[in-house]
């Protein structure tokens, strides 16, 4: 399968010259197999250029939403396969108290927007995660509650022997030491256990961490803990603060390969890059 990247940004779009290495787009994360299915992992404002780039070529996807923090479901309104006729999405997303399509709804409807969901001309359907894992086209989905503020997913998406694993907001160790906790008491990590590649949450220098404590977002070390934990092929560092500019952002991702490489993460530590795209093969 092969993975795009469309938004890398956490909380806020940062558009600019000081980002625009980097990128400044909101979570968004396409997924398409060898046969040509697709998933697209959450719908920030990346979403917006993926479905221009989508739009009359792809009439069948699935959109599996993390969580409904405005970050990550703020480009569906200007998602172009919505406003196709022709086209069949389904949205996932985490259970609730309240069916997934109305909690949406709040955001889809005046007066944040003018357009209402029922509106959409696309033939959409809103369905909540199974707890067990579903099959989408080629694609083998797993998904499980993680610690973040309000039901949060994580998701596993395995495909001929690889396997993707994205949390891109995940507060694995809030406050304690991962390398010692019991592996059952790690939110998370059954999940990313041994995947091909780990797409996380790495929103906090250790440094800017401590005053963000319980607000659901990891810091460099802890993302580095939980990858220790884990053992991904490959980990590419996610949601990127809207405060760290490029520069910011490189020395961090320099930090990173030199710390991955005392706690011998072979795979490598990267940053994730809104444009790039990788491959995963078996």
């Known amino acids: 399968m092969r993975v795009r990247f469309w938004g890398v940004r956490g909380s806020i779009p940062t558009p600019g010259s000081t980002t625009a290495a980097v990128g400044g787009n909101t979570p968004c994360v396409q997924v398409t197999g060898d046969d040509g299915s697709e998933l697209v992992l959450d719908a920030g ?4 250029a993926l479905g221009a780039d989508l739009l009359g070529r792809c009439k069948r996807l699935d959109i599996l939403l993390t969580h409904l923090h405005l970050d ?3 480009g569906l309104l200007f998602f172009a396969p919505l406003f196709d006729p022709e086209a069949e999405i389904t949205v996932w997303g985490p259970p609730g108290r309240i069916p997934l399509r109305k909690r949406l709804a709040r955001y889809l409807s005046n ?23 579903w099959r989408l086209g080629e694609f083998e989905v797993r998904a499980a509650l993680v610690a973040h503020r309000g039901p949060t997913l994580g998701y596993r998406v ?9 949390m891109p907001d995940h507060e694995p160790g809030l406050g304690t030491n ?22 996380h949450d790495s ?6 961490y401590p005053s963000h404590r319980g607000w659901g977002h990891s810091s460099l070390s802890d993302t580095l803990a939980f990858a220790e934990r884990s053992q991904p092929g490959r980990l590419l560092l996610f949601h990127h603060d809207p405060a760290h ?10 930090q990173a390969s030199e710390q991955s490489a005392r706690l011998g993460l072979d795979g490598g530590t990267e940053l994730a890059r809104e444009g790039e795209s990788f491959s995963l093969a078996g």
């Open 72 to 74: 990550h479901i703020q």
């Open 178 to 199: 991962l390398t010692s906790r019991p592996a059952d008491w790690i939110s998370g990590l059954g999940l990313a256990r041994g995947a091909t590649a780990l797409i």
């Open 158 to 166: 395995e495909h001929s022997g690889t396997s993707l694993c994205y």
């Open 111 to 133: 007066p944040l927007s003018p357009i209402e969901i029922r509106d959409l001309p696309a033939k959409v359907s809103f369905e909540e995660v199974p707890p067990d894992g």
């Open 203 to 208: 929103q906090y220098t250790d440094e800017e």
């Open 45 to 48: 404002s990346g979403i917006r």
């Open 245 to 254: 500019d490029d520069t910011q952002l490189e020395s961090l991702a320099r």
